[in-house]
């Protein structure tokens, strides 16, 4: 289990250090000749690991996968187990698939728009504007003015 761990925490190191590279545009070398950071004093700098990628079993505290007295990150608000999940999927993939589920909604629309069969009987026709005097209609439910000034 500890092998895992460790192949883990290399693999998102790695992973960091890729983002690193891609957003700030610095190498890894570099990134890794950098000085430490002086607000940390004599703080160990600790790699960018996400709780949620540590086993689930054999912690201290198990819901924040930590034992008790370990160091925690300087970020650790960002990598807990609070924080936002890891991407699973690269983000180019999960749009095109967002892409094809939603034109698959849309075209299985128009499909049942086009293919709906037209009505079988015609609408019903009254004479005389629909029959509204005969019905009672618009004219009895109107307000009366004297009705108005009573209120």
């Known amino acids: 289990m500890q092998r895992s761990f460790s192949r883990s925490v290399r693999y998102f190191t790695r ?29 160990p700098q600790l790699p960018w690991v996400t709780n949620q990628v540590r086993p689930a079993r054999g912690w201290w505290d198990l819901q924040m996968r930590r034992n008790y007295g370990e160091v925690i990150h300087e970020e ?13 999927i690269e983000p180019s993939s999960a749009v095109r698939q967002f ?10 629309g128009f499909w049942i728009y086009k293919n709906v069969p037209d009505r079988v009987a015609a609408p019903r026709e009254y004479p ?8 009672g209609g618009l004219e009895e439910n109107k307000a009366n003015p004297e009705q108005l000034d009573n209120e």
């Open 15 to 43: 992973q960091s250090q890729n983002c690193l590279l891609r957003n700030y545009a610095t190498s890894v070398e570099e990134w890794k000749s950098q000085e430490k950071d002086p607000q940390l004093g004599d703080y």
């Open 76 to 88: 650790d608000d960002a990598l807990n187990m609070w924080s936002p999940d890891p991407p699973v």
């Open 99 to 108: 892409a094809v589920a939603f034109l698959g909604i849309a075209g299985l």
């Open 128 to 135: 005389y504007d629909g029959l509204i005097k005969e019905l």
